[in-house]
């Protein structure tokens, strides 16, 4: 595997499910990051990691929650999602979160029903 | 807080034109800004990345500028071809890099054969 893999690619879940997406990074990379893709508003940062600690969690509700075991894996656990959560997913990862290029994994196409 | 414009939202053109991408943003105070490209239900494809201290980029058919006195970049695609068909997003980069990059909208862009 090279560069930023995401598993799953598609995920449908319930409101009342427990679900998580998982991100992998092949590149040596300190830094990793969560966006949001919803339709017809633009790419929206949710949470970075540097070194394993969370730098930033951009006013995302309680209802996702990141975990970042290591610098090589990131990881949104979703629970009691709404509709309106239904997105695509990307995970990015950069050598630091200073002035550098990221990298974008797929995507999950997440549908919440 | 940093907002990035893209204009056109749209175009279509015949296949062999050279074409211009604009994007604009509010807060000049940049890292960096960075071209992606984007196809249907995919991941982000990185094109081109400008830091703060350059003017321009170039890879092979695809010249990006940036003015940050003016808070714009236009991205050049000379002698377009149908394989550029896709959407092109343009993310600025500010905020000490923890606060992950901001996108614009998109061009979504068709090149006609």
């Known amino acids: 595997e090279t560069g930023v893999t995401q598993t799953p690619r598609h995920l449908v879940m319930g409101m009342t499910n427990k679900k998580s997406l998982k991100c992998e990074q092949h590149?040596?990379?300190?830094?990793m990051y969560w966006y949001k893709q919803s339709a017809k508003k633009p790419l929206e940062l949710m949470f970075v990691y540097s070194l394993e600690e969370r730098v930033e969690n951009n006013s995302v509700p309680s209802r996702f929650s990141p975990e970042c075991p290591n610098s090589s894996h990131l990881f949104l656990h979703l629970h009691t999602l709404q509709p309106e959560d239904s997105a695509l997913y990307l995970c990015a990862s950069s050598r630091g979160t200073f002035a550098y290029e990221q990298y974008f994994g797929p995507g999950t196409r997440l549908t919440v029903t | 807080k940093q907002e990035v414009t893209q204009i056109p939202a749209a175009l279509s053109v015949p296949e062999g034109e050279n074409l211009v991408l604009n994007c604009s943003f509010t807060d000049s105070a940049i890292y960096n800004l960075q071209w992606f490209r984007q196809d249907p239900g995919k991941g982000l494809t990185s094109l081109l990345l400008?830091?703060?201290?350059?003017r321009e980029q170039t890879s092979g058919r695809l010249n990006a500028s940036l003015d940050k006195s003016s808070g714009r970049s236009t991205l050049y695609i000379a002698a377009s071809q149908p394989g550029d068909s896709a959407t092109y997003l343009c993310a600025a980069l500010s905020g000490g890099g923890a606060d992950g990059l901001t996108f614009g909208k998109g061009t979504h862009l068709i090149i006609q054969p």
């Open positions: 400008i830091q703060s201290s350059q």
């Open positions: 590149l040596g990379h300190n830094a």
